[in-house]
């Protein structure tokens, strides 16, 4: 079975080739498909679920125009995917004479010593050297943040990456590419362009293997229609989460239906009223989007898996998973989110808090799906504050999230939303706490009664992550805490 009008062959740019590819298994990895297919064994595989970074590559694609290069991790993405765009691999920064200046400046810094990470840190690190100017060293964290060493440890690495722009500038011109070329240097980027661009279809990509298929739809018409017809395919976004069904759980995906190139989906949208979120928005973009309104968002931001997993994923993917813990949900329910559902062409509007009916449970109608997320823009803010508690200070999943807006009528309080993730078998409001609260003096008196009635209303669960008595206190520390951090500021 196919789709009328589609095209059946990927193609994508590496190492200036064109590949085409047709009768692909769907869920083929891209890590398995360097590996396998192409003997680019460079690229390693560590944990197969984009934790270590071992298995990183570049990708590189046209976003508003402007040539960008994302770091992700190969071991959760499917071949698919790579359509439409060019792909850098370690092997791809070879040059004629000597080492790419990322490599030279890991060699001289001796930022390797096993190895076996080192081919994950150099693309990580080409992916910033051709995106900004000599970055700082928080830039540097930020963009090694999807990378785990064991052995040489991470100040030499750093140091590499803080010195590979020099390496650059000693580099003869006659051997500059468009690989070696910093991002301070336009040399080549209009032939990557013209690549990006001969690859562009105006049709859909139908990719048909046994009994799985992946459609990648380039318009939301042709989405909705599919979904009409065939409402059991799987919804594809970022892979962040599919992508460990096939390489953890062994699952058979039949159907996936891929967002990304939608165009309508990546879409950021900003009115008096609102901001609204595309489905296919990436994580990294939509948290700096939400962070440009409420900065109180940053730390979250930071602490929100790594680059290369925030490159790939995106918020609705995180929103419409349905996780007990997602971090996203408990700021978003308490800033008063709304998730956009669309089957067809009806479009309905749905709380946030209202979304999730049970665990893994979702207010989802055959063939309707998340179409965005919209927060609302209010005149007059609330105080607003977000903590995310977990054993590890990034890359980890939460004990508990909880998230507080607060609006004061003087020493009353007006209106309070509260919202907790790792709590219940969704994310929730804290509605009884919420009612003690509501219309009382901002006192220790009120705090109290609160905190009683947050540990009344929730039974959390004890597993690997915490137990349930350390969940709870961690939740009643978290209100108190932000009940002095109001009685702080104010």
Sequence with gaps: MSVAGTRNVLSFMLDGERIDLANIAPTTTVLNFLREHLNRTGTKEGCAEGDCGACTVVLADLHHDQLRYRAVNACIQFVPVLDGKILYTVESLKLQQGLHPVQ????DCHASQCGFCTPGFVMSLFALYKSEAPPSRERLCTALSGNLCRCTGYR??????????KYAEQLPKNQHTSVSTPFTDSTGQADLIQQLQALESSQSLYVQNQDSSFYAPKTLSELTEYLSTHPQARILAGGTDIGLWVTKQHRDLKDLVYIGAVEELNKLTKTADYLEIGAAVSLELAYQALVAEYPELQDLYERFASLPIRNAGTLVGNVANGSPIGDSMPALIALGAQVVLQQGAQIRYLALEDFYLGYQQ??????????????????????????????????????????????LDGDKVKAIRIAVGGMAATPKRALQTEQALLRQVWNEASLDAAIQALQQEFQPLTDMRASAEYRSVVAANLLRKFFLDVEAAL
């Design 104 to 107: 030279q400046a890991m060699v």
């Design 362 to 407: 979702k207010d989802l109608q055959a063939g309707e799906f998340v179409c965005a997320v919209r927060l609302p823009l209010a005149v007059s803010r609330p105080i607003f504050r977000t903590w995310k508690i977990s054993k590890r200070f990034g890359q980890d999943i939460s004990a508990v999230c909880a998230a507080f807006a607060l609006d």
């Design 156 to 165: 030499p690495i750093l140091e590499a990456g803080q010195t590979m722009h």
